[in-house]
């Protein structure tokens, strides 16, 4: 295997998983299987909800992205953290 058929793999398998994740702009709270928090690491990333759920008939993903830091992220995050327990979802 040459290092281009390499490339063209690991690529290919990442267009694979980004088609896992829809772009739904409502989903509805009966269709929601799970729902997982992922913490922000401090400069590297932000804090984010896995949101697994039903659509058309089939499982689809959703990353709903939290404010980062630069734009009081801490405080919102806690904000929506409360939100979701009280909601029942977490």
């Given at each position: 295997m040459t290092?281009?058929?390499?490339i063209g793999g690991i690529l290919l398998l990442g267009i694979i998983q980004i088609l896992r994740y829809s772009p739904?702009?409502?989903?509805?709270?009966?269709?929601?299987?799970s729902l997982k928090f992922i913490p922000a690491r401090k400069f590297i990333s932000r804090a984010?909800?896995?949101?697994?759920f039903e659509h058309q008939g089939?499982?689809?993903?959703?990353?709903?992205?939290?404010?980062?830091?630069?734009?009081?992220g801490p405080?919102?995050?806690?904000?929506?953290?409360?939100?979701?327990?009280?909601?029942?979802?977490?």
């Open positions: 290092f281009s058929g390499l739904t702009p409502v989903i509805e709270r009966t269709s929601i299987r984010y909800f896995k949101v697994e089939k499982m689809a993903k959703r990353l709903i992205m939290l404010p980062g830091s630069l734009s009081n405080s919102e995050t806690e904000n929506a953290l409360k939100v979701m327990k009280k909601a029942g979802l977490i």
